[in-house]
């Protein structure tokens, strides 16, 4: 079984910057891809960013383009998102997200397998 462990989430003032992690375990191979998605109260899981451990090709979501910077280390099997600029409207639970399967599209929640428990960020004005 692939279990995802989230860290790095927290409280900041706008205009900082927090880096998330998040390390796969349970298989003997990495994953196709990883990503990072959000989730505000009442509101859908929205995407934020991927990367493909293969190439090492990144998509963003276009509210954070130019702030985060989504990475991976192939021997830790981790990802990281590196989010640079602040901003409250960026508070949410952030989750991790990996997938084993090879798929053409990288964006929606069904594109992942396996899911993290989630981070708080928040984001103070």
């Known amino acids: 079984q692939v279990q995802l462990a989230e860290s790095g989430g927290g409280l900041v003032q706008a205009g900082g910057s927090l880096r998330l992690s998040c390390t796969a375990s349970?298989?003997?191979?990495?994953?196709?891809?990883m990503g990072w998605f959000r989730q505000t109260p009442g509101k859908e899981r929205e995407f934020v960013a991927t990367i493909r451990w293969t190439g090492g090709r990144t998509l963003y979501a276009d509210s954070v383009k130019g702030r985060f910077t989504i990475s991976g280390d192939n021997a830790k099997n981790t990802a990281y998102l590196q989010m640079n600029n602040l901003r409250p409207e960026d508070t949410a639970v952030y989750y991790c997200a990996a997938s084993y399967t090879v798929r053409v599209g990288a964006t929606a929640r069904t594109d992942y397998d396996y899911w993290g428990q989630g981070t708080q960020v928040t984001v103070s004005s």
């Open positions: 349970g298989r003997t191979f990495r994953p196709y891809a």
